[in-house]
């Protein structure tokens, strides 16, 4: 995963690949916790991240992503039932979660169709989102 931090925050990840692209010495120590932390998450030692998060975006999706960060670790929400608290149509929480700037920090993974799985923008697409799925104990609900 290639992160970006700014002003002590963390603004985006990329996950070109599962480990963290461990950043030079002298960056942003908020770079090196979040590798630390992404390391002992996909370890299987971490089911909570503890990180200054910056989502650069519109209000709504700044909102969108707190919603999504609330999601406990192995368990899901559908689109519907966060659109409901954010009072916006379901649609727009799906885009929204496709422009999500810090994947798998920000577990948009968790979020769900009615009825499917909905998508996941990140690289590997719904492949990995069954992944993330599987690997935090919520693979019940795919079966």
Request: proline content about 7%; hydrophobic content about 40%; overall charge negative.
């Amino acid at each position: 995963m290639r992160l970006t931090a700014s002003h002590g925050a963390i603004i985006a990840a990329d996950w070109t690949e599962t480990d963290c692209a461990i950043p030079p010495k002298g960056s942003a120590p908020e770079l090196e916790e979040a590798c630390n932390q992404l390391s002992a998450y996909f370890s299987g030692n971490l089911t909570e991240f503890d990180l200054p998060l910056r989502v650069e975006a519109s209000e709504f999706q700044q909102k969108l992503c707190a919603a999504i960060a609330a999601i406990p670790f192995g368990q899901t929400r559908t689109y519907g039932d966060i659109a409901r608290d954010l009072g916006a149509p379901p649609q727009a929480v799906g885009a929204g979660c496709g422009g999500n700037p810090i994947p798998v920090i920000i577990p948009c993974h968790r979020v769900l169709g009615a009825n499917s799985l909905g998508g996941f923008s990140a690289r590997g697409g719904v492949e990995s989102k069954v992944w993330l799925l599987r690997f935090e104990g919520a693979a019940g609900l795919l079966i």
